[in-house]
Structures are given as C-alpha cells and as structure tokens.
C-alpha cells in the first residue's frame, strides 16, 4: 500500500500546472506547490483515507493561493515570462504567440474564473469534483465557468482585433 507521501508526489504535475494557471508567475507557482504540500504533509493525519487526496491538495492550494493574495495587497505584474522570448524567430513563433495571448487572456480573468478554468479547462477535472474542490454548488461552477469562458473568447476575440 503506497504511503501518502507517494500518492503526493505522483500528483505534483497536476498541482504544479494547477499552480501555474491560478497564478501565472513560475515562482509563485512552484512557491505555492510547496507551500501546499508542506501542509498537506504537516497535517496528513487530516486527510481522510478513502477520499480523493487530489481534492484535498486542490483545496488546500486554492486556500493557500488566496491567503497569499490577501496577505500581498498588491500585485506584481510583467509583461511575459522571461522564456517567452525564447523561440522569437523560429517556425514556432505563431504557436507561441498564440499561447501567449492566451496566457495573457487567463491571467486578466478574476481570481475565482480563474480557478475554475484552471481545474476543469487546464487540469480536465470534472464538474462535480472542482464543485466540490471550491465548495461551492454545481450551478455556480457551471455559471462561473461559462462567464469565464466568454471573457476569455471576448479578451483573444480583442487580442486578434488588435494584431491585425
């Protein structure tokens, strides 16, 4: 039977791609990665064994994303990450444009489409669970993420306007 501390360390992909969506910085996002499991190893003996110990790590990064956000007060922002730059030239250049405006689009959503995106779009998680990762109720799930699904086609639909 593997231990709890295997079953977390299989999950980190998913909670680092989680991590990266909902914060769109790579150093915020391996900060929060290890940030919520630190506390999800500190207080291991909360999880309860039978239920799905990825919820349990969305919910705790989710929380913890939002203490960080209240502790801050501020927000930093830049342009595009410094790897953005790396493929400027080469046949792959369309392709990374594309990916950065979209980038660009999810990180001017607010904090909590964001989130849903980030759990059913980027990370595939089904509506019931990421309802259940929020606690919120499935109508409001549903109705969030399409608000941010039209504010992502409204936002690229503008990003596309303004290219030409």
Known sequence: ??????????????????????????????????????RALSRSAQWEAGTRLDSWLFRIMKNAWIDEVRARMRRDRIFAPEEAGEHVGDEGAQAQQQRMAIQKAVSLLSDEHRIVVALVLVDGMPYKEAAEVLDIPMGTLTSRLGRARAALQELLSDTARTAR
């Open 1 to 38: 039977m593997p231990s709890i501390n295997t079953d977390i360390a299989a999950l980190l992909p998913r909670l680092r791609r989680f991590a990266r969506t909902i914060t769109y910085h790579r150093e915020d996002a391996d900060d929060l990665v290890q940030i919520a499991v630190e």
